[in-house]
């Protein structure tokens, strides 16, 4: 039996029996190449997004309309990244299997892997759509085939050629790029033709998985891998509004890390993302 969270993210406070959609923070970044921090990021989210309304100008919709459930953050071993991974892979597998949605909440970009394998348990023909400024191809990080580097490339192992579509790309080792020309479809820099690809996929079912470290440093500073060059904030919102309609069947957010912005504006970004998502999918 699911227990609603005492501190829920705004307007998610729906009980688990009537939720269509549930929302579960995944606390861990043990695998963070440069700066930590994005363990913190799903609690923070939650305490800073009563500084936001409910009600979405953009979508003339409010999040009273949906039906939220707030799982929050379950405890994870720190030092284990494949033990972690699996905890999160057995609760989304009970999400979907009550017919729910799963939008995850991290924590590093790594945790994706977890939901990525329990969705394509459920759909085999999944499909990703992927924004970062990370390649995240890597096949391993410092002999580290489990790494936030290394998270696409781990979701290509399980799904194959031509079902990762990779969008506002501009960092990563040569060697990602030589390899990803070859079995994944990559756009740089920014999110030009996401839409037409969206158009393109329309009724597979698709995961979509959000690096916010996509948006440019001085939109989005509270990152462990601040990578300039980045979109703005009015672009990303674009382009989760572009998931409308789509057979979105499970989400996530990371590597949102609180302590890089004293200022609070990252959070607050990702907060108004979140709700944008929420309001968007459901």
């Given at each position: ?50 500084g936001l309304e409910t009600y979405s100008p953009y979508l003339d919709r409010d999040l009273s309309e949906l039906a ?136 597979m079912p698709l995961y979509f998985t959000l690096d916010l470290d996509v948006l440019d440093p001085s939109v989005f ?55 944008e998502l929420l309001l968007t999918i459901g």
């Open positions: 039996m699911w227990n609603r969270h005492v501190e829920t993210f705004l307007g998610c406070d729906s009980e688990y029996a009537a939720a269509d959609i549930v929302l579960l923070g995944a606390a861990f970044d043990a695998t963070t190449s440069y700066r930590p921090g994005t363990r913190f990021a799903s609690r923070v989210m939650r305490a800073e997004s009563y939220v459930f707030d799982a929050g953050d379950p405890e994870l071993p720190f030092g284990e990244p494949a033990h972690a991974l699996a905890l999160l892979e057995e609760k989304i597998k009970t999400i979907l299997a009550d017919e729910k949605l799963p939008v995850m909440l991290g924590g590093e970009h790594l945790v994706t892997l977890a939901a990525v394998r329990a969705v394509t348990a459920r759909y085999p023909d999944l499909h990703i759509i992927h924004l970062d400024a990370h390649a995240d191809l890597r096949d391993d990080y410092l002999g580290a085939k489990l790494s936030h580097a290394c998270v696409l490339r781990r979701c290509w192992d399980l799904l194959g050629d031509g079902r990762i579509f990779q969008f506002g790309i501009r960092s990563g080792d040569q060697s990602e790029f030589i390899w990803g020309a070859q079995h994944v479809w990559t756009h740089r820099f920014d999110l030009d033709g996401l839409q037409e690809k969206l158009e393109q996929l329309c009724g500073p509270g990152t462990g891998t601040p990578e300039p060059g980045g979109i703005s904030f009015q672009e990303l919102l674009a382009g989760v509004h572009a998931l409308r309609g789509h057979r979105i069947v499970g989400c996530d957010i990371c590597e949102l890390s609180p302590p890089y912005d004293p200022s609070g504006i990252s959070t607050a970004a990702a907060d108004k993302i979140l709700r």
